[in-house]
């Protein structure tokens, strides 16, 4: 019987993916932020390699998904920018508004682009998401075929961050959605605004991309 068969398990084994996810980012900003002596990233990298070597031991393939996630339910537990089990997510927390999705990070030092902003991909990295949620829960869910970004102002690391997405447009298979990235303190300011595409797929569509995760093509 595998661990996580019954729901005490799976919850067990979120929390834990969630407590290595935390321990992993605070490794990150440490150590792009580290000024530490040479002798100690060293010996840093040693006791990193030490801890990978049996998370190695079992892994999952390509096409196969986490034990612990819920691909139709919406669980991604190492998703690189909501996941909470992923070193490289801020992570970003996303919920709703009515019709709008609003997003809430701080991005650290690993996001860096311009010295002390953030890097213009990771912003349309996080707005990407940002609209794909939106068009998700609008009940329309797609790929991104094509994304905007309107950089207006650099965004501040270490800061509160507020994202905000919402559907637009409905055409056929079209989706259309729009984003915004401000800071807390100053939500009528806008740093960042993106537009992007998201297409529905045809059933074949989905079957030639994911058939081999979701197993409809065995
Ligand atoms: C509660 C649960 C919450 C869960 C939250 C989850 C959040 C998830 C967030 C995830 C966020 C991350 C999300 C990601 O990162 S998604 C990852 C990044 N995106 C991709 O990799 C997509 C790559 N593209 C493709 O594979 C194909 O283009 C697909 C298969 C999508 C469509 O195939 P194809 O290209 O052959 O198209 P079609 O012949 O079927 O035509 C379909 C329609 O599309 C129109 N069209 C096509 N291209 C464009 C374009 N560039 N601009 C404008 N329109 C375009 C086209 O005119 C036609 O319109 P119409 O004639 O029907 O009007």
């Keep these: 019987m595998s661990e996580i068969e019954n729901g005490h398990g799976l919850q067990h084994r979120r929390e834990a993916i969630?407590?290595?996810?935390?321990?992993?980012?605070?490794?990150?900003?440490?150590?792009?932020?580290?000024?530490?002596?040479?002798?100690?990233?060293?010996?840093a990298a040693e006791l990193i390699r030490q801890a990978a070597a049996p998370l190695g031991e079992r892994v999952r393939g390509r096409?196969?998904?986490?034990?612990?996630?819920?691909?139709?339910?919406?669980?991604?537990?190492?998703?690189?920018?909501?996941?909470?089990?992923?070193?490289?997510?801020?992570p970003l927390e996303i919920h709703r508004e009515g019709d709008v999705a609003v997003g809430t990070c701080s991005l650290g030092r690993a996001f860096e682009g311009p010295p002390s902003f953030a890097h213009g991909g990771v912003s349309a990295?996080?707005?990407?998401?940002?609209?794909?949620?939106?068009?998700?829960?609008?009940?329309?869910?797609?790929m991104t075929v094509q994304l905007d970004t309107g950089y207006r102002q650099p965004v501040p690391l270490y800061t509160p961050l507020r994202l905000t997405a919402q559907v637009v447009t409905v055409e056929n298979r079209v989706v259309t959605a729009t984003g915004t990235i401000a800071t807390v303190d100053d939500p009528g300011t806008i740093l960042v605004r993106a537009t992007g595409k998201f297409v529905a797929l045809l059933a074949e569509q989905a079957q030639r991309l994911f058939g081999p995760?979701?197993?409809s093509d065995r």
Excluded: C, H, K, W
């Design 18 to 43: 969630t407590g290595l996810g935390d321990a992993l980012r605070l490794l990150i900003e440490q150590a792009t932020a580290t000024e530490a002596p040479t002798a100690e990233l060293l010996r």
């Design 63 to 90: 096409f196969e998904t986490a034990a612990a996630d819920d691909l139709l339910g919406g669980v991604r537990l190492y998703n690189p920018v909501t996941g909470l089990g992923s070193a490289f997510a801020p």
């Design 125 to 142: 990295m996080l707005l990407d998401q940002m609209l794909g949620y939106a068009v998700t829960v609008s009940g329309r869910p797609g």
């Design 213 to 215: 995760v979701t197993g």
